[in-house]
């Protein structure tokens, strides 16, 4: 069973992880204690061993603050409904567990056995908590300045893209938005129509029906996820069709 690279060796990982932020800790614990799962601080609780919960609150507002901040010097002629809108698409579960993937963070996290055999080194909300608290280590340790510096290398490219309006998580909403305009209302309705797989990997297949027409499909490992993809398929069709 895969343990995380840092458990298994130390420093020279947490070397390693750190040359892929771009930032170096003094305060190599901090690092630690930022990749460390509940699960993980549990089996070690003998051990003095603490989990990244309280990082993540605080990594969690420091991250709001720096992506209000950017969108109240970018978008100054909008309001605050669109901005906060387009903060909750920077600063959501999907964008951060994206770049965590991108940089390999799973693989350094520290998981209790039960969360290790369950994928826990790939689940969204396991990397996107770690990313949070990631802000909240380079915070503490270095200051804000060098906690923002991080977040907008790591986060730039999300950032630019909501700035540009094509940011979209929820294509569900969307969807289901579009069906009430150009000119027409349809009747949008999601649908599971297949399960598969065992039950701690169970597969759902979800499909969009646009007036009983099939207008786009997609799988997910719960229903919720399954029925944003078959929405973003519903989506990319729409525009193809209609725009």
């Given at each position: 069973?895969?343990?995380?690279?840092?458990?298994?060796?130390?420093?020279?990982?947490?070397?390693?992880?750190?040359?892929?932020?771009?930032?170096?800790?003094?305060?190599?614990?901090?690092?630690?204690?930022?990749?460390?799962?509940?699960?993980?601080?549990?089996?070690?609780?003998?051990?003095?061993?603490?989990?990244?919960?309280?990082?993540?609150?605080?990594?969690?507002?420091?991250l709001d603050f720096v992506a209000?901040?950017?969108?109240?010097?970018?978008?100054?002629?909008?309001?605050?409904?669109?901005?906060?809108?387009?903060?909750?698409?920077?600063?959501?579960?999907?964008?951060?567990?994206?770049?965590?993937?991108?940089?390999?963070?799973?693989?350094?996290?520290?998981?209790?056995?039960?969360?290790?055999?369950?994928?826990?080194?790939?689940?969204?909300?396991?990397?996107?908590?770690?990313?949070?608290?990631?802000?909240?280590?380079?915070?503490?340790?270095?200051?804000?300045?060098?906690?923002?510096?991080?977040?907008?290398?790591?986060?730039?490219?999300?950032?630019?893209?909501?700035?540009?309006?094509?940011?979209?998580?929820?294509?569900?909403?969307?969807?289901?938005?579009?069906?009430?305009?150009?000119?027409?209302?349809?009747?949008?309705?999601?649908?599971?129509?297949?399960?598969?797989?065992?039950?701690?990997?169970?597969?759902?297949?979800?499909?969009?029906?646009?007036?009983?027409?099939?207008?786009?499909?997609?799988?997910?490992?719960?229903?919720?996820?399954?029925?944003?993809?078959?929405?973003?398929?519903?989506?990319?069709?729409?525009?193809?069709?209609?725009?």
């Amino acid at each position: 069973m895969k343990q995380g690279i840092i458990s298994q060796s130390g420093n020279s990982e947490l070397s390693t992880f750190e040359n892929l932020l771009g930032y170096s800790f003094a305060d190599k614990n901090l690092l630690n204690i930022a990749l460390t799962h509940s699960t993980y601080a549990y089996e070690h609780k003998f051990e003095n061993t603490y989990d990244n919960e309280r990082l993540e609150f605080l990594g969690d507002g420091i991250l709001d603050f720096v992506a209000a901040d950017v969108l109240f010097h970018q978008k100054k002629n909008c309001d605050e409904g669109y901005l906060s809108k387009t903060r909750a698409l920077i600063v959501c579960e999907a964008t951060l567990a994206a770049k965590a993937r991108i940089m390999g963070l799973g693989d350094y996290l520290r998981l209790g056995r039960g969360e290790e055999s369950t994928g826990g080194r790939d689940k969204p909300s396991n990397l996107a908590n770690a990313m949070e608290a990631i802000f909240a280590a380079v915070y503490l340790d270095g200051g804000f300045d060098e906690a923002r510096k991080l977040i907008l290398r790591l986060l730039g490219d999300a950032i630019e893209t909501a700035l540009s309006g094509d940011l979209v998580f929820d294509y569900k909403s969307k969807v289901l938005e579009f069906a009430q305009t150009k000119g027409n209302v349809h009747a949008i309705r999601f649908e599971i129509t297949d399960e598969s797989g065992p039950v701690h990997e169970r597969n759902y297949t979800s499909a969009v029906f646009m007036d009983d027409e099939i207008f786009g499909q997609g799988i997910g490992h719960s229903k919720k996820l399954a029925e944003q993809e078959a929405a973003k398929a519903a989506y990319k069709e729409w525009m193809i069709r209609y725009s």
